[in-house]
């Protein structure tokens, strides 16, 4: 079981930045993969940015070169980097992670664009 809390979300003007952080209960490098979605009101939740096996790292083609992702190991942390944010990026941002098989995921933070 791997539990996973987020933070960092919130109200941010379009131009503007933000970093979304979420905390495992377990070693990050016993995580196959691990990562971020979001879901917008009336959208299905979409892969926003995902590290795979500790090496490869996936974008939506939507958010390449505005966000970058990156994982801390001593605070077994896997991070957002949202910058150039648009009202289009406006969601519920998850993170996701999977061992063996699994998925996990967090109980979700509110990312709002809106000047």
């Known amino acids: 079981q791997v539990q996973l809390v987020e933070s960092g979300g919130g109200l941010v003007q379009p131009g503007g930045s933000l970093r979304l952080s979420c905390a495992a209960s377990v070693s990050i490098f016993r995580l196959n993969a691990m990562g971020w979605y979001r879901e917008a009101p009336g959208k299905q939740r979409e892969l926003v940015a995902m590290?795979?096996?500790?090496?490869?790292?996936n974008y939506a083609d939507s958010v390449k070169g505005r966000f970058t992702i990156s994982r801390d190991g001593a605070k077994n942390t896997v991070n957002l980097r949202m910058n150039s944010l648009k009202p289009e990026d406006t969601a519920v941002y998850y993170c996701?992670?999977?061992?063996?098989?699994?998925?996990?995921w967090g109980q979700g933070t509110q990312v709002t664009v809106s000047s």
């Open positions: 590290i795979i096996s500790g090496v490869n790292i």
């Open positions: 996701n992670v999977r061992q063996a098989g699994l998925n996990y």
